[in-house]
């Protein structure tokens, strides 16, 4: 049986790699993901997209006529009331720092720039989480409704919370209620506070750093951004 504290440890570890991974890549290389062609006319208004992202999936509700809509966090919106700005394709600078200071916008992008290169599955929500879908219909039009600036969280206010709004009547996020499951067991698990205990005594004897700027600083901060 896996390990759950290893196996979050080890997400949050991937997840900063690919932040800075991200950060040193160019725009020449977030042109090259989007060169691809898909077959939008298999697509329905009101069906969910679902692209797989590294540990995460991102998701949007078809429009139409090449058109989704998603919800996408974006430094931008805080920073300029520039439609000409903010409407052109979201970057990876952009969607990082906008994640980080929660500011975020429901937009309609074409399906090419909403899956960045990613292999796109239609509706698989409707049968992972097995619920009654609304009429297509009734899908895009609330989808439709919401466009616009809105909050952003990563676990409570997600693409994932807006799509299954849109589709089933209620947001719901199984990926943040793993990650939450998660932590959960790490808190209760013993060995994690053993774990601690070990990596704040090696951070004291090893670098000389003082018990108070240890952990605390980085661990706390940290989970009481994310319950944000």
């Not at 929660?102 to 989480?129: M, P, Q, W």
Request: neutral net charge.
């Amino acid at each position: 049986m896996k390990n759950p504290m290893l196996e979050v440890v080890s997400l949050l570890l991937e997840k900063l790699l690919l932040i800075s991974k991200l950060f040193s890549s160019g725009a020449a290389g977030e042109d090259n993901g989007r060169k691809r062609l898909y077959e939008i006319s298999s697509f329905l208004r009101g069906d969910v997209l679902e692209v797989p992202r590294t540990h995460l999936t991102h998701y949007g509700i078809y429009l139409g006529e090449n058109r989704v809509a998603h919800l996408m966090p974006d430094i931008l919106l805080a920073l300029t009331d520039d439609k000409g700005r903010t409407q052109k394709v979201v970057s990876n600078k952009r969607l990082i720092l906008g994640v980080i200071v929660k500011v975020a916008s429901i937009r309609v992008d074409t399906v090419e720039d909403f899956a960045y290169g990613a292999d796109i599955l239609v509706n698989h929500l409707d049968e992972s989480l097995k619920k009654k879908a609304l009429l297509n219909e009734e899908v895009a039009r609330r989808a439709e409704k919401l466009l616009g600036m809105t909050s952003y969280s990563l676990l409570w206010d997600n693409c994932e919370h807006f799509v299954t709004y849109c589709r089933y009547g209620t947001p719901i996020s199984p990926q943040s209620d793993k990650f939450c499951e998660n932590v959960k067991i790490i808190i209760r698990d013993q060995r994690s506070v053993l774990a601690s205990a070990v990596l704040g005594l090696a951070s004291i004897v090893c670098m000389g750093l003082a018990s108070y700027t240890t952990l605390p600083a980085i661990f706390i901060p940290f989970f009481l951004w994310m319950a944000g």
